[in-house]
């Protein structure tokens, strides 16, 4: 005698936006409730993840033979590396957390909760970036390819200090859109190849139409300061602008971009279109 035995697989079907938002909104009160240390320990994860990305960015653009677009649509698959350490290693990255809105929409958080999260992982990140320009700079990883890597350092940053105050607003805007996405789109999948896969065209885009990032650019403007501070790429046009006014007068205005492309724009957007209660 024979028995038909019927197994039960588990859906392997991505998450559908209603119940994206319904996830986005728990992670939310969870992040909220996070303790101080936790958050500023897990966003300096972030910070230092989002920092390896740049990093692999930087050296894949330093081989000049590579010709403009293969590589921006290449060196965007690079910086990809962060933002996978990120949803996949679990960590508290700014511009991601700007989903939060939808629980503060749906009156789940406080604003205090929020700014509080907010405020601590800005700065957690920065730490954690900080953090990996010190150790890029002691493992002496500038001075890769004859220290074309150096110059790719200085060449990259002041490139993001030259732009003017609307133009980097404008690009932090575009930015968070593009990330805010990704991260939606790890929330819809359930396996790590989803989650991966999921990221890379809204990531690898943004880097290669030269959007603003403030957690990346927390890496990018001190490393290329350090180089510029150690003689590398003084000639480099926007070179002499890599101090702390260069620094910050790039990262308020990304960083305001960043929060009204994510919080506002997609944010918001999805909150009204699937997650508003009657």
């Given at each position: 005698m024979t028995t038909d035995k019927t197994t039960a697989h588990p859906t392997t079907e991505c998450l559908a936006p209603a119940d994206i938002e319904a996830k986005a909104e728990a992670a939310a009160i969870g992040k909220a409730g996070l303790p101080v240390a936790k958050t500023f320990v897990l966003a300096m994860f972030a910070g230092a993840f989002i920092a390896f990305g740049g990093l692999f960015f930087t050296v894949f653009l330093s081989d000049a033979s590579l010709s403009w677009g293969p590589q921006r649509v290449v060196g965007g698959l690079c910086f990809c590396l962060g933002l996978v350490l990120v949803l996949l290693c679990g960590a508290e990255l700014f511009t991601g957390n700007s989903l939060m809105v939808c629980a503060l929409a749906s009156k789940r958080i406080g604003v205090r909760g929020l700014l509080r999260n907010w405020a601590i992982v800005w700065l957690g990140n920065f730490a954690?970036?900080?953090?990996?320009?010190?150790?890029?700079?002691?493992?002496?990883?500038?001075?890769?390819?004859?220290?074309?890597?150096?110059?790719?350092?200085?060449?990259?940053?002041?490139?993001?200090?030259?732009?003017?105050?609307?133009?980097?607003?404008?690009?932090?805007?575009?930015?968070?859109?593009?990330?805010?996405?990704?991260?939606?789109?790890?929330?819809?999948?359930?396996?790590?190849?989803?989650?991966?896969?999921?990221?890379?065209?809204?990531?690898?885009?943004?880097?290669?139409?030269?959007?603003?990032?403030?957690?990346?650019?927390?890496?990018?403007?001190?490393?290329?300061?350090?180089?510029?501070?150690?003689?590398?790429?003084?000639?480099?046009?926007?070179?002499?602008?890599?101090?702390?006014?260069?620094?910050?007068?790039?990262?308020?205005?990304?960083?305001?971009?960043?929060?009204?492309?994510?919080a506002v724009l997609v944010a918001l957007g999805y909150w009204f279109a699937y997650g508003r209660r009657a």
């Open positions: 954690g970036s900080l953090l990996v320009v010190a150790l890029v700079y002691a493992a002496k990883i500038y001075q890769l390819n004859g220290e074309a890597v150096a110059t790719t350092m200085v060449s990259l940053a002041a490139g993001k200090v030259t732009p003017d105050w609307l133009t980097l607003f404008s690009r932090g805007v575009l930015c968070n859109v593009f990330v805010c996405l990704a991260v939606w789109i790890g929330f819809a999948g359930k396996t790590v190849v989803d989650k991966v896969v999921g990221i890379l065209l809204p990531i690898s885009a943004f880097v290669a139409c030269g959007f603003e990032h403030c957690v990346a650019n927390m890496f990018f403007l001190p490393m290329g300061a350090c180089m510029v501070a150690n003689g590398y790429g003084e000639a480099i046009p926007g070179a002499a602008s890599l101090d702390i006014a260069g620094i910050a007068g790039n990262l308020i205005p990304v960083t305001l971009g960043n929060v009204v492309g994510g």
